[in-house]
C-alpha cells in the first residue's frame, strides 16, 4: 500500500510540473504574440543638394564630315597615288581608271559631230536657197515646207551629236577621281590592278574614304524615353574604351528626327534614335574612326532641391477613404486615397511614398519626383528638410515596412545605395 502511494505522489508531481510548463508555454506565446516587431533601419535626414540628370549610351566615334569615294565608271584602276592615312588635299588625284575605252566614245561622238554639223551647214544653205525662191514664186510650198523640215532635222540631230560629245567627254572625265574634300584618307580598300564598276544610275565600287579627322563626333543610340529629355547643346562626358579612364567633353550636335527600330512586331523590339556629339579632345588624344565610347549627356542641373536616394522611393496602394468622406480627412502622414466612380476603379495607381522615422514610428509620405541623376532623386512635393527618410534596408523600404511600423534605426551598418541594392537583387 505504501508503495502505491508513492506512486500515485510521483504522478502528482510529474502531471503539475507538465501543467506549469504548459501554461508558461501558453504565457510566452501569448506575450509573444502581442508584442510588436521591431524593423532595424538605416535612415538619412532630407537635405537640398544639385541634381544633374543624365542619360547614358553608348556608341561610336566617327568623322563629323566624311565622304566615301566610289567609282562612277567601270574599269581597271590603273593608278592609286595615295596610301591609306594620308593626309590629301581638295582637288589632289586619289585614283584614274583606264580611260582607252572612254577615250574612243569621244572619239566617235566628235566623228558623228562633224557630220551632223556637215549636214546641218547643207541643210541650212538649202532653205536659205529655197525661202529666197519661194519669195520670188520659183518653188511651190511644198517644197518649201520640205526644204524646212529637212533643216529642223539636220539643226536635232547636231544638238543631238553635241550632247553625246558632252556625256563622253564627262564620262571620260570620270575615270580621274579627284579629292572633294580637305582631309584624310581614312580608309583604302583597293589596290592597283582591280576591276571597279559604276554607273550613272547604281552605286557604284566603293574605292576609299575620305575624313575629316580634326573634327569628330560620337553617334550613340539614345531609347525613345531618354530622348525627349536630350536637347541640342547639352554637354556630355565621353570615355572611349581606348582612353579607359579620361572623361572627354562633348556637345550635343544633332538629334535624329525618326526612329531606328530592332526586331519590329517582336517582344525584342527596340526603338532608339541617333544622337550625335561632337568631340572637344585634348591635344594628346587621337580619335580614330570606330573607337567604342560611353557618353553621360547632362540633360538637365537642379540646385537647391530637395532629394532623398533613389532607393527610398517606392510605392504603396494608397488608403481608402470611407466612403463619402473626402479624401483630406485621411491622417497626417498617411497615403491619402480618392474614391473614383466605378467606371474608373481599373485606372487607379500605386502611389509613391518616401518613408519616414518619427518617434520610433513610421509614417508614410506620399511624395512627387523629379530629376534624377546616379544616386539621388529630387523630391517636388511632399518633404521637407531634416525629416529622416528611411534608405535601407532594400527589403525593408519595398516590403516590410508600413504606417505604424515600429522600427530602430541603426546608422552605424553600411547605407544601402542604388549599387548594393541591385548587388541585393
Known amino acids: 500500500m505504501a508503495t502505491n502511494g508513492k506512486r500515485s505522489k510521483k504522478k502528482i508531481i510529474i502531471f503539475s510540473i507538465i501543467g506549469v510548463v504548459v501554461a508558461v508555454l501558453v504565457l510566452l506565446v501569448i506575450l509573444g504574440s502581442n508584442r510588436e516587431t521591431v524593423v532595424t533601419v538605416q535612415t538619412e535626414p532630407v537635405e537640398q543638394r544639385a541634381i544633374t540628370q543624365t542619360v547614358a549610351a553608348t556608341g561610336k566615334i566617327q568623322p563629323e564630315v566624311q565622304v566615301k569615294i566610289n567609282a562612277e565608271v567601270s574599269g581597271e584602276i590603273i593608278d592609286l597615288p595615295v596610301k591609306e592615312g594620308e593626309r590629301v588635299k581638295k582637288g589632289q588625284l586619289l585614283a584614274r581608271i583606264k580611260p582607252d575605252a572612254?577615250?574612243?566614245?569621244?572619239?566617235?561622238?566628235?566623228?558623228?559631230?562633224?557630220?551632223?554639223?556637215?549636214?546641218?551647214?547643207?541643210?541650212?544653205?538649202?532653205?536659205?536657197?529655197?525661202?529666197?525662191?519661194?519669195?520670188?514664186?520659183?518653188?511651190?510650198?511644198?517644197?518649201?515646207?520640205?526644204?524646212?523640215?529637212?533643216?529642223?532635222?539636220?539643226?536635232?540631230?547636231?544638238?543631238?551629236?553635241?550632247?553625246?560629245?558632252?556625256?563622253a567627254r564627262e564620262t571620260l572625265a570620270k575615270t580621274t577621281i579627284y579629292s572633294p574634300m580637305e582631309g584624310v584618307v581614312s580608309q583604302l580598300l583597293l589596290e592597283v590592278g582591280v576591276r571597279v564598276s559604276g554607273s550613272q544610275f547604281t552605286q557604284g565600287t566603293e574605292v576609299m574614304t575620305v575624313a575629316d579627322l580634326s573634327r569628330m563626333e560620337s553617334r550613340v543610340d539614345v531609347g525613345e524615353n531618354d530622348v525627349v529629355m536630350v536637347s541640342i547643346g547639352d554637354t556630355a562626358s565621353v570615355e572611349v574604351d581606348a582612353y579607359s579612364g579620361r572623361k572627354i567633353i562633348g556637345t550635343v550636335s544633332r538629334i535624329a528626327n525618326t526612329a531606328k527600330t530592332r526586331g519590329l512586331g517582336t517582344q525584342d523590339e527596340v526603338v532608339n534614335f541617333e544622337v550625335r556629339i561632337l568631340m572637344h579632345p585634348p591635344e594628346d588624344v587621337q580619335l580614330r574612326p570606330g573607337m567604342s565610347m560611353t557618353a553621360d549627356i547632362f540633360t538637365e542641373t537642379r540646385s537647391g532641391v530637395f532629394a532623398v536616394p533613389i532607393q527610398s522611393v517606392t510605392v504603396r496602394q494608397p488608403k481608402e477613404t470611407p466612403a463619402g468622406a473626402p479624401a483630406e480627412q485621411a491622417q497626417e502622414g498617411e497615403a491619402q486615397f480618392v474614391k473614383k466612380d466605378a467606371k474608373k476603379k481599373e485606372e487607379d495607381k500605386l502611389q509613391e511614398v518616401v518613408f519616414a522615422v518619427k518617434d520610433g514610428k513610421i509614417i508614410s509620405v506620399p511624395v512627387k519626383r523629379g530629376i534624377s541623376d546616379d544616386t539621388y532623386v529630387e523630391i517636388t512635393e511632399g518633404l521637407e528638410a531634416g525629416l529622416e527618410v528611411v534608405t535601407g534596408p532594400f527589403r525593408a523600404i519595398n516590403r516590410d515596412l508600413q504606417e505604424g511600423t515600429a522600427v530602430k534605426v541603426d546608422n552605424k551598418q553600411t547605407r544601402q545605395t542604388g549599387s548594393s541594392v541591385a548587388q541585393s537583387n
Do not use: C, W
Open 102 to 167: 572612254y577615250e574612243a566614245q569621244v572619239e566617235r561622238a566628235q566623228a558623228a559631230l562633224a557630220i551632223t554639223k556637215a549636214n546641218l551647214s547643207k541643210a541650212e544653205a538649202d532653205f536659205k536657197r529655197a525661202s529666197e525662191l519661194f519669195d520670188k514664186n520659183l518653188v511651190s510650198g511644198s517644197d518649201m515646207d520640205f526644204a524646212r523640215a529637212t533643216f529642223e532635222s539636220a539643226k536635232a540631230s547636231f544638238n543631238q551629236s553635241s550632247a553625246a560629245l558632252k556625256e
